[in-house]
């Protein structure tokens, strides 16, 4: 298992913007492909954006050209910047290694308000 602390949550009004960060330390992290995971209250767990060890992103349909995920293995961090935020992406963010999953973590809530 890693741990991993994640932080930058808040409550903002529709349209504004946030910045989440993920920290851990070790090579397992840093040579891992990592999630930004949401879940919503009722509703399943889904993947928000990706990154793997080399740099290459994925996203969700639903954030594609509003988040951007970055890491710096130095830091031992992975961010995800989130703009134009609507009231569906109020959940609780949590970062996570993709696929096989680490333990989950505390996470940290994000709310949008209309």
């Known amino acids: 298992q890693v741990q991993r602390v994640e932080s930058g949550g808040g409550v903002v009004q529709t349209g504004g913007s946030l910045r989440l960060s993920c920290a851990a330390s070790g090579s397992t992290f840093r040579f891992s492909t990592i999630g930004w995971y949401r879940q919503a209250p009722e509703r399943q767990r889904e993947l928000v954006a990706r990154i793997s060890s080399g740099g290459s992103t994925v996203y969700a349909d639903s954030v594609k050209g509003r988040f951007t995920i970055s890491r710096d293995s130095n830091k031992g961090t992975v961010s995800l910047q989130m703009n134009s935020l609507k009231p569906e992406d109020t959940a609780v963010y949590y970062c996570?290694?993709?696929?096989?999953?680490?333990?989950w973590g505390q996470g940290t809530q994000v709310t949008v308000s209309s």
């Open positions: 996570n290694r993709y696929q096989e999953n680490w333990t």
